[in-house]
């Protein structure tokens, strides 16, 4: 199974899913994050406008500081 983080950060919430059985594919438009699965730096909405048949899980946590 394969499961996509959107906005990944550093993968906190990709450990978790990645514990729970599937190989994960992360996305963030920060460079040098040391994330330690599959990762592509790009921007997560693009990244999602080229398809996400492939996923059988897809996560996406974009930030909100301007409401926290």
């Given at each position: 199974?394969?499961?996509?983080?959107?906005?990944?950060?550093?993968?906190?919430?990709?450990k978790g899913i990645?514990?729970?059985?599937?190989e994960?594919?992360?996305?963030?438009?920060?460079p040098?994050?040391?994330?330690?699965?599959?990762?592509y730096?790009?921007?997560?909405?693009?990244?999602?406008?080229?398809g996400?048949?492939?996923?059988?899980?897809?996560?996406?946590?974009?930030?909100?500081?301007?409401?926290s």
């Amino acid at each position: 199974m394969i499961a996509l983080d959107l906005f990944c950060g550093a993968g906190g919430a990709s450990k978790g899913i990645a514990d729970c059985g599937f190989e994960v594919i992360g996305v963030d438009n920060s460079p040098g994050l040391n994330y330690p699965y599959e990762y592509y730096c790009e921007d997560a909405v693009e990244f999602r406008a080229m398809g996400l048949d492939d996923f059988d899980f897809i996560w996406a946590s974009p930030p909100c500081q301007a409401y926290s």
